[in-house]
């Protein structure tokens, strides 16, 4: 595609439910971010694949987060029984290679109520 | 210490005017990459510019350059002729080596207002 796509953009969640996100990158780009950006905040990385290979997840807050992407485009971040302080938006972006230009999608605003 | 400063929670500009964002950073990666990004209020970051830490010359793209300062770690974005679609957040943004790893890391923003 054209851009970063991520679905849905906007999620309620009951606190507790798991929810999964999806992000479709750039098509050829082999590396993917996952962010966190809380309100008023800036984006905090939650982790990195390259090509289908997780290399980096230093960024996730904890053991409840878990992201895949098996084939090395489409990517899932999912949150297991999901709390309040999840609430945020999780931004996706993808580039041609680790250090080059990130583009990131719109967004999935998750609200757990 | 913050890695990444923005000082300016929030400016206004005349419509037309230039403006400066100021960011600084800090880093001991002597290969280091700096980024600036727009975010409307539909939530996507918008790459603007970026500069290399061995750059020898400021960055520009179009109405963007980057005011890069690497002895005061300084890397502040000017916008020329402001544009009422300026109207954003904006967020810097440093990618350095930790541990072997790359890292990004992003300021907490600074809303710019074009007043008309």
């Known amino acids: 595609g054209a851009g970063v796509s991520q679905s849905p953009r906007y999620k309620v969640a009951k606190r507790g439910q798991d929810v999964a996100l999806r992000c479709d990158p750039i098509?050829?780009?082999?590396?993917l971010f996952w962010y966190q950006q809380a309100l008023g905040q800036g984006p905090e990385f939650l982790t990195y694949f390259q090509n289908e290979a997780q290399l980096d997840k230093s960024g996730l807050p904890s053991d409840r987060f878990f992201a895949e992407r098996p084939e090395g485009s489409v990517s899932t971040l999912k949150i297991q029984r999901t709390q309040q302080e999840d609430s945020a938006v999780y931004l996706c972006?993808?580039?041609?290679?680790?250090?080059?230009?990130?583009?990131f999608g719109p967004g999935t605003r998750l609200l757990v109520l | 210490a913050q890695k990444i400063t923005q000082t300016q929670p929030g400016m206004f500009v005349q419509e037309k005017e230039a403006v400066t964002l100021d960011c600084t950073y800090d880093?001991?990666?002597?290969?280091?990459?700096l980024f600036w990004y727009k975010q409307p209020s539909s939530g996507e970051m918008i790459f603007l510019i970026y500069?290399?830490?061995?750059?020898?010359q400021n960055a520009t793209e179009g109405r963007y350059s980057l005011n890069f300062q690497k002895a005061r770690k300084s890397a502040n974005l000017v916008i020329s002729a402001s544009q009422l679609g300026d109207s954003a957040m904006y967020f810097c943004a440093m990618r350095e080596v930790v541990s072997g790893t790359y890292k990004y890391i992003f300021g907490t923003g600074t809303r710019l207002k074009v007043l008309a």
């Open positions: 972006a993808s580039s041609q290679a680790r250090v080059e230009t990130q583009y």
């Open positions: 500069q290399g830490s061995y750059d020898q």
């Open positions: 098509s050829g780009h082999v590396s």
């Open positions: 880093t001991s990666d002597p290969s280091y990459g």
